[in-house]
């Protein structure tokens, strides 16, 4: 049986089970999340991961909460699909939620729309009603070192360094102005589609300073790449738009997500690539030299 098997049973039973028949089922991506086409305006995703950190739909009905509250308000998102309830759903013991099929173009995201599109989502975040965890995804990385230490994933010493600035990161920010954030804002998350740009992937939302998010969108370009041509662009069109951010809160926020990435790659990537493994010795280089 292939490991597909069982997930993809759950999403196309939920499906029929509210009057939709799938009529195909492509597979859009295979990693943590299995994201499938079942129709021509259905999207499936749905989580295959069940014994992973994450448990129960909790935080896919943050996610689903939060994307009703922007399609209502006209953000620049990928909607749920209205012909079934937001659920989350869960079928043969996997979270599953429906999104509409958006058609992507090829082309990159121009800066100045990245800064713009995640400006306009911050806008109408300020008035989500729902109290959201604070700054849960540093939270959330400080618990997993845990995890990390007692099956042997990362050296003790790496241990030490992401505990450190996760803890130091997690105090600073406390002091800065909170709101409803994306809170997993890269370009990977913000598709270019024939009806514009559109942000998606919700599940991370947490209360927390709008630098989170900026630093998650220019992080690779910034300190990665050093673009900083991009950078300024998409920081740029965040202000003009209307936002605005503060330097130190922005530097904390750089420092904070590549201890967040650090953390997490070993789940999310238990077999890395030569490519991957770089990387993560490159964020974990970057974040020693800022101790030293």
């Known amino acids: 049986m292939s490991h597909l098997t069982l997930p993809i049973r759950a999403a196309t039973e939920t499906a029929q089970a509210h009057g939709i028949t799938p009529d195909r ?3 859009l991506q295979d990693g943590s999340t299995l994201v499938l086409r079942l129709t ?3 999207v499936a995703r749905v989580v295959q991961d069940v014994d992973g950190p994450r448990q129960g739909t909790e935080w896919f009905a943050r996610e689903n909460a939060m ?4 399609t209502q308000h006209g953000a620049p998102i990928i909607p749920l699909h209205p012909a079934l309830p937001p659920g989350p759903h869960q079928h043969l013991g996997y979270p599953i939620n429906y999104w509409l099929y958006v058609t992507a173009v090829p082309a990159p995201p121009e800066p100045k729309g990245v800064g713009r599109t995640l400006w306009q989502c911050h806008d109408l975040l300020r008035s989500f009603p729902a ?3 604070k700054l849960a995804i540093l939270t959330e990385s400080l618990a997993l070192l845990d995890t990390l230490a007692q099956r042997q994933l990362l050296p003790a010493a790496t241990l030490d360094l992401l505990r450190r600035h996760l803890t130091e990161s997690t105090a600073i920010l406390d002091t800065f102005p909170h709101q409803p954030l994306h809170g997993d804002a890269h370009l990977g998350n913000l598709m270019n589609t024939t009806i514009g740009l559109l942000w998606t992937d919700w599940e991370d939302t947490f ?3 709008v630098e989170w998010d900026l630093a998650s969108v220019i992080w690779n370009a910034r300190i990665l790449e050093e673009d900083h041509e991009t950078v300024n662009q998409i920081l740029n069109a965040y202000l003009e738009a209307g936002g605005s951010y503060n330097e130190q809160a922005l530097h904390q926020c750089l420092v904070a997500r590549a201890a ?3 953390a997490w790659y070993p789940i ?8 991957r493994k770089a990387k993560l010795q490159f964020r974990l280089d970057w974040l020693s030299a800022i101790d030293s």
Do not use: F, K, Q, W
Request: hydrophobic residues 40%; proline residues 15%; charged residues 10%.
């Open 260 to 262: 967040v990435m650090s």
């Open 207 to 209: 209360s927390g300073p």
């Open 131 to 133: 109290v959201l965890p």
């Open 40 to 42: 021509e305006t259905l």
């Open 67 to 70: 994307a009703l509250h922007l």
């Open 25 to 27: 089922c492509d597979i």
């Open 268 to 275: 999310l990537y238990p077999n890395p690539n030569a490519e």
